[in-house]
């Protein structure tokens, strides 16, 4: 598996009215670009530090994932994402390491991007993005 480094850190918030203007006081720079991945029920906003970028996740449904990760443990860190080569690859090399998968195939993330999730139970809880634009 090809990491080229970290692509962004995905962080679960309730509002993007109230969390994009605390991140872009607190990091000095400013949101840009918001969009809605509505597969995915989710509305995010990117902000960028060095190289990498901060993903503000906000649920656009109650039955999303990062509502019910709101609803668990509260607002915070919900993933780190790596950019990778390719995303397939990524994850079938995760898959050949023992790792296990969320996602067999690639699909469909914000900014254009192909994503795949591993389980966080396979990553010492952390919930793992592999990401690449391309498949």
């Not at 060095?50 to 449904?61: A, C, R, V």
């Not at 607002?75 to 080569?85: N, R």
Request: hydrophobic share 40%; proline share 3%.
């Amino acid at each position: 598996m090809e990491i080229s480094h970290i692509e962004h850190l995905g962080i679960a918030v309730k509002s993007l009215e109230v969390a994009v203007p605390l991140w872009e006081q607190m990091l000095g720079t400013k949101c840009y670009n918001i969009e809605e991945v509505a597969d995915q029920k989710v509305k995010t906003a990117f902000l960028k530090v060095g190289q990498t970028k901060i993903e503000l996740l906000e649920p656009t449904s109650e039955e999303s994932t990062i509502a019910k990760f709101i609803e668990n443990r509260g607002e915070g860190i919900h993933h780190i994402a790596f950019a990778t080569s390719g995303t397939a690859k990524a994850l079938k090399d995760a898959e050949a390491m023992g790792i296990r998968l969320i996602d067999q195939a690639p699909r469909n993330g914000a900014e254009g991007l192909r994503i795949g999730f591993v389980h966080p139970k396979s990553t010492l809880g952390v919930l793992t993005e592999l990401c690449s634009t391309q498949d």
